[in-house]
């Protein structure tokens, strides 16, 4: 057992005390286990400020016939003897005097090391001025805390501190305050400050539908239990026939329109798919996609006003409706569907010619959407495989902000697997499809504007903000001249120009800068940007009956114009042709952008066609000769740019016939003459 270090006259105090107390306990009280050097010592001052021995507040410990729990961590009886009885004449609490405690605390003052103390009987005794309150003594300091802590039994005592305490606790905490005023006053708070208090953190439940409307439309939200086109094609199959979404804010535009209840005119340009070849050869067949998807608009948007238009023709490439798709279009459109992947070649100069497409159908006053729609051609896929030209109009796409979808997507793993079992269910031939397969172009095309009607329904509600809410505008005051050319009127009001000022409001195009076309064409730099001008589109074509070349144009010309007989299999096409070398034709034409093109006809060596020269104006040395006989597989059309850079305005092509004069020259065929 530890035992504390005392001296012999602590000792026998010790044993006196011991054998008072047997008389009152029933047994000795053991010895503590704890040495001394555990416990602080106690500093005594004689100080005036401290009150003397005496002042030492009374130590209270827990006699053994008790509880038997010491009340500051010692025995009872490890302080010696004690009276009985306390104050109030209870028994088992015992009272020190203070004049026994400072007896017991002489022999455990801190010493400051061998140095300064000896060793009398066996024990270390420390010198005169050695401990810590020698030290101090020298100093001339003392540590007075009894008086903070108010150990005298003053008038002034509150809490246990006398007036003095709490004036230093009350001085300290202002000192405190004040520093923080002045420091946090001087310190600007973070922008990126955000508190995180209890009461700020609430719960968000993101999964809880509640609070959304239902929308009006049964296959809402897609892919969903309503989603009658899912369940036929698969969630997935259709996700990747979207090639390419961007913003839809044209697409939004229209669906907004028809939501209002206003009717909806819109066009397609194509080539034998879309004209319907091998799916009732007729462009508005029931069998044919056209149809089966204004069959399901009208099931969505009824109105009897609702008008769809087909501009499509066989046998014809993106380059023709490039510069002539006005000639196949109402003046008034609010949807084009574009569907040229399996007719136009894999050649990068076609990727001019669908730009050129894309961007002349954007920049019409009326403002169309524009939906590159894509079918998937086995013959397509064996001339190329993966990469065929639809990746080319997928960058055009990406450019102008165009939604481009394919049947390629839902189709091409599963013509590769089974090619035999895909050809014969949805194809007529390598390069048409059948009934089933308009079914699944139509599919696509519907699953892609129900996901759009979708998704303007919940921004429309506020619910979402994926797609842009650009509103309604009627057409009936849209386009109509309004009193005093508009100048006037409210802000916003229909049937005013952007140069009426502040008074007249902003166009459309000013209104919704989603629908913008880029100032800038696919290929162009820098320093193209700086000099850029619009394209305007024009196409004088030897198939435009409505507006064709006047006769006085070929009179002794030696050119003739041809038009196919109804019904025609091999020259079905029209276009107008020379025999005779040296035969010159003059076409006026409207250049915006400056570039002029031929369009013509080319064939195979076998059946071999002429050559002619071609330029602007007077420029006869720029001349650009085109061959009618090339290396091509069947008698094709193709464009070839004579001139870049001409000046706008008004001028003319011309073209002649190569050749011995007087001679004879197999003909050669012109289909039309574009310029931009």
């Not at 990068?348 to 590159?372: G, T, Y």
């Not at 064709?548 to 050119?559: A, D, H, I, K, R």
């Not at 006869?620 to 094709?636: F, H, M, P, R, Y």
């Amino acid at each position: 057992m530890l035992r504390p270090r005392t001296t012999n006259n602590s000792t026998s105090s010790f044993n006196n005390n011991n054998n008072n107390n047997s008389s009152s306990s029933s047994r000795a009280l053991p010895e503590p286990d704890t040495p001394m050097s555990h416990y602080p010592s106690r500093i005594h001052s004689s100080s005036p400020l401290d009150g003397g021995e005496n002042s030492q507040p009374p130590i209270i410990g827990v006699d053994e016939t008790s509880s038997g729990v010491p009340t500051n961590g010692a025995g009872g009886g490890y302080f010696g003897d004690a009276s009985p009885t306390n104050g109030n004449g209870g028994e088992g609490v015992k009272i020190a005097s203070g004049s026994e405690i400072n007896d017991r605390n002489t022999h455990r003052r801190m010493s400051s090391g061998n140095s300064a103390s000896g060793v009398v009987n066996g024990e270390k005794k420390s010198a005169p001025g050695a401990g810590l309150q020698g030290r101090r003594g020298k100093l001339g300091m003392s540590l007075n805390l009894g008086g903070l802590m108010g150990r005298g039994r003053g008038k002034g005592n509150r809490l246990g501190l006398s007036q003095r305490g709490w004036a230093v606790i009350t001085g300290l905490v202002g000192f405190l305050l004040l520093v923080k005023l002045l420091f946090s006053s001087s310190t600007p708070s973070s922008p990126h400050h955000h508190t995180t208090e209890a009461s700020n953190l609430i719960p968000r439940d993101y999964l809880n539908n509640s609070m959304v409307d239902p929308a009006p439309f049964e296959f809402c939200p897609v892919f969903g239990p309503g989603d009658a086109v899912a369940a036929r094609r698969g969630q997935l199959e259709l996700l990747k026939s979207r090639l390419h979404t961007g913003t839809s804010a044209r697409v939004q535009k229209v669906l907004q329109k028809a939501m209002s209840g206003a009717p909806v005119t819109m066009s397609i340009l194509g080539g034998s798919v879309s004209a319907c070849a091998g799916a009732g050869d007729d462009p508005v067949h029931e069998k044919c996609y056209p149809h089966k998807f204004f069959d399901w608009w009208n099931t969505v948007f009824p109105h009897p006003a609702n008008e769809l238009t087909n501009g499509a023709t066989t046998k014809t490439d993106s380059a023709y409706y490039a510069y002539c798709n006005s000639h196949h279009l109402p003046d008034k459109t609010d949807l084009v569907i574009l569907e040229f992947d399996a007719a136009d070649p894999n050649d990068p100069e076609w990727l001019q010619h669908f730009e050129l497409l894309v961007r002349s159908v954007l920049v019409r006053p009326d403002q169309p959407a524009v939906i590159i729609l894509g079918h998937f051609s086995p013959q397509v896929q064996a001339q190329n495989g993966f990469a065929g030209p639809e990746l080319l109009h997928n960058v055009v796409a990406q450019f102008y902000d165009v939604p481009h979808i394919s049947a390629k997507g839902v189709l091409y793993e599963q013509y590769l697997q089974t090619p035999d079992q895909a050809r014969s269910a949805f194809y007529h031939d390598p390069n048409h499809a059948n009934s089933n397969g308009h079914d699944l172009i139509a599919d696509v095309l519907i699953s892609y504007i129900m996901s759009q009607i979708c998704a303007g329904w919940s921004a429309i509600n506020g619910h979402s903000f994926d797609v842009p809410n650009l509103g309604t505008e009627g057409d009936s005051t849209a386009g109509s001249p309004s009193l005093l050319g508009g100048v006037g009127l409210r802000k916003g009001m229909p049937g005013q120009s952007p140069g009426d000022g502040s008074s007249a409001g902003s166009s459309l195009s000013d209104r919704y800068i989603g629908l913008k076309v880029p100032l800038m064409r696919l290929n162009d730099r820098p320093h193209d940007v700086e000099h850029f001008r619009e394209i305007e589109p024009f196409c004088v074509a030897a198939s435009d009956l409505i507006n064709p070349l006047p006769p006085s144009l070929f009179y002794g010309s030696g050119w003739h114009t041809y038009h196919p007989p109804k019904g025609a299999v091999h020259e079905d096409r029209h276009y107008w042709y020379a025999e005779q070398p040296t035969a010159r034709l003059r076409i006026p034409l409207k250049l915006g952008a400056g570039d002029v093109g031929i369009y013509f006809m080319q064939s195979p060596p076998d059946k071999p066609l002429g050559s002619v020269k071609c330029w602007v104006d007077d420029n006869v040395a720029g001349s650009k000769e085109l061959l009618g006989t090339a290396e091509v597989e069947d008698v094709i059309a193709t464009l070839v740019m004579i001139d870049r850079g001409v000046a706008r305005g008004s001028h003319f092509v011309e073209c002649q016939l190569q050749g011995e004069p007087g001679g004879i020259s197999p003909p050669f065929k012109i289909l039309g003459i574009f310029s931009t």
